[in-house]
């Protein structure tokens, strides 16, 4: 006689609206509000004077994330880890340049894809595209926004905030509310 047959542990999945406050530490970014957009393949960050240069033999990017309500104008260095055609929100492909860098959302913190482009004219300044969120245990609830509360960062990621002299303003959290019956994006 074979033994039961136990059940798989099921993970239960966290909720998050279509739009969430996230930080990016490692761009010295305590919070910034993010579109969280599943028709979109690729995360794209609004970035102003955009400057490639080389740095040890290998390829980095100098721009500028401008002032928003959440954080001061601050001026970014990272090293570039591609560069491809990306469709823009009319479905164009152009070429952007595309960094790697540190996310928090909520209690989650995982590494992430950006693609770096001039925003100015979005609604948000972060989109999170699909591939940032696929695998990550998260399902979004198109109705709902900032089910995650805000970007909880550890000790040594508050850090980095000081160290530049960007430390974060205390914020008190958004609160979670329903998208209006009969109201569209």
């Not at 004077?49 to 601050?74: L, N, T, Y």
């Not at 790697?100 to 913190?109: A, D, M, Q, S």
Request: glycine residues 8%.
């Amino acid at each position: 006689m074979s033994a039961p047959r136990s059940k798989p542990a099921v993970r239960r999945q966290d909720v998050i609206g279509w739009r969430e406050a996230v930080a990016m530490p490692q761009l010295r970014i305590a919070n910034v509000e993010a579109k969280i957009d599943t028709g979109a393949r690729t995360s794209a960050l609004h970035a102003e004077d955009q400057e490639v240069f080389e740095r040890d033999g290998a390829r980095w990017v100098r721009f500028r994330v401008p002032a928003s309500k959440c954080h001061r104008d601050i001026r970014i260095e990272a090293p570039v880890s591609d560069e491809r055609p990306i469709k823009n929100t009319g479905g164009v492909p152009e070429m952007r340049l595309v960094i790697e860098t540190l996310l928090v959302l909520g209690r989650h913190h995982w590494h992430v894809e950006v693609s770096l482009a001039n925003r100015a004219n979005m609604g948000f300044d972060l989109i999170l595209g699909r591939t940032a969120i696929r695998g990550r245990n998260v399902l979004v609830n198109p109705g709902r926004s900032y089910l995650a509360g805000n970007p909880q960062l550890g000790e040594h990621e508050l850090m980095v905030f000081d160290d530049a002299g960007h430390a974060p303003a205390k914020r008190p959290a958004k609160q979670n509310t329903d998208f209006p019956e009969g109201e569209s994006l």
